[in-house]
């Protein structure tokens, strides 16, 4: 109930900034397409002769991962960087004072900008699949199961996260190396995750983005369809999901109090 | 607990830790490298407040209101003690507490800059559940009487400090809840718009029967405001008193002698019953400002040792006269006193 509410709040306000913001919208969406073009064309000239064929898919398999990697990077900020600010400027204990509950607001508000965000990354990985050629698949319902799962682990990820910032307000730099790590990680993540070395491959399927972006490529890059629901990555995203959501709302809780105590929730 | 009063403070008690690294101690010189250091933001402070009524909390900055109304408002956790809201304990019930009250906190960014002050106020009506024609009507009301109402479909980036505060004030009456708790809500305003705020805030309580606390530095407002006044320095309450018994009690304490010359004023000040003398330079001749007890016994009987004493001395006593105490003396005279002892509980 409270959830609806705060939510349909900041739809309106979002998209009334949206619209009296046109052009940076406008423009933020053309850099981002042309920063992904830059990037597959880089893709597509290292590779070689015998790269041509391949091109179409990496390139889009490797766009596919930075848009999901800048989705992870965009929620997780929500959470530290977006938090601190909300923090700094007041507007967290005027948003605390809503009575729904800090967790039930940044449910809202971190569900409003990732359906934000997928429209606007969808928007953009079909002008790059139509610039390169690349065949992307269309499957909603698989799509939209891994987006959800995605979305549920990247919000237990960023309580946590979003917990620590809350009391200490230093870790906020640490914060924005683990959203980039998240990136990168998303970029690279594939099906080689296995032949890596132990210790990488366990902090790998730690970090809530990896298998999340390994299924997501099998669905809209390899058009394995519900195919994806049997393999191992689909079965360690489902764990993770559930690890990651109990410890951040744990932890989240936990450091909400804290931060009652210490006065930090307002002015830095 | 009891139902009577709208907010109930007993004994709440906070103590903030600050840690520095490396840092110079101000008194011993020494750099040490790691250091705790404790401020006792809110001392052990009791007070209530009823419906109907203003409640003005005056102290210097860093006397601990913020801290107070923060805790009021669930913001900070006490570290001992208990508050009540309409008979709701604020730690246990908080969100329903939240429900009740409306805040006014310091600073300019309680609302959202890029929106215009009607999109700001249907925010936040949105987001603590005021339903839409209702949110509607109400905005308008509060933008109108406050005078926003030809800035309210523009950026609030673009508007004023004073403005931006008229639009928090709005945005804590939103809901029309019957607890109202403004942190300095006339800083910053000129003098129409501090009437208003004063005018509004008088209505909703005399006439609708909320009740409010203001915390705020301005003397003048305070005292035509407030039909209550607590005054908190180093987070101890050192007064709480209706407005005008406070300025009462001071004013019986202060008498101003008018003499031919100045005599030495430490005797004086070692009469019994004398709590303090000091010279007060006035245009026509010598005079001097004696404090006195409050007790009325013990303060007739330093009169007339005072007087004997001035007698022995060999002044000439010209007139003697009772000091009309403003607002501002009485704080300035409680607040400079270092570390008040326990207040003289009402
Ligand atoms: N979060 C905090 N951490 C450490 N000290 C704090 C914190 N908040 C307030 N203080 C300290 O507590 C004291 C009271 O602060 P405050 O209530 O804001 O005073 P006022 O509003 O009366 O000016 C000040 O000395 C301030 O430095
Ligand atoms: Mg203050």
Sequence with gaps: MGFFLVMKAELVRTFTIMR????????????????????????????????????????????LGLVIGMFAFGIVGLFTQGLQGMARTGELEQVYMSPHGLVTNFLARSFVSALSAIFTSSIMLMLVAASVKGRLHADPLPTAAILFLTYVNLIGFGFMTGGLVLVFKQTGQVAVLIRLVLVGLAVVASEAVQDWPLVARGVAHALPITDAAICLKMVVVQGRGMGVFATSYFFFLLVSCGIWTSLGLTCFKIMENWSRDKGTLGAY | MSNSNAIELHDVDKTFYTRHIFQKHEDTGRRRLYEKRAVHAVDRVNFTIERGEVFGLLGPNGAGKTTTVKMISGLVRPDAGKVFVDGLEVERKRLKVLRKIGVVLEGTRTCIW?????????????????????????????????????????????????????????IALITDPPVILLDEPTTGLDVQSSRAIRDKVIELTHERGKCALVTTHDMAVAQSLCDRIGIINHGALVACKPTDELLDVFSEQTF????????????LAAVPGVVGAEPCPEDDGPAFLLHLVQDEATRSAAMYDAMDWLRGAGCLLRSITRRQQTLENVFLRLTSEPRPARPDGE
Aim: glycine content about 12%; some cysteine; overall charge positive.
């Design chain 2, 256 to 267: 101003e002698f008018r003499v031919d010359r100045l005599p030495a004023l430490d005797g």
């Design chain 1, 20 to 63: 009296r913001y046109w052009f940076a919208t406008l423009t933020g969406l053309i850099m981002g397409w042309g920063m992904l073009m830059v990037l597959i064309i880089g893709f597509m000239s290292g590779g070689g002769e015998m790269a041509e064929r391949l091109a179409g898919e990496k390139a889009t398999s490797g766009a």
């Design chain 2, 114 to 170: 890029p929106l215009t002050p009607l999109e700001n106020l249907s925010y936040f009506g949105n987001l603590r559940d005021v339903k839409g024609p209702i949110l509607k009507q109400r905005a308008r009301e509060l933008l109108d009487f406050i005078g926003l109402k030809d800035k309210m479909n523009v950026q609030v980036r673009r508007l004023s400090r004073g403005q931006k505060q008229k639009l928090a004030v709005c």
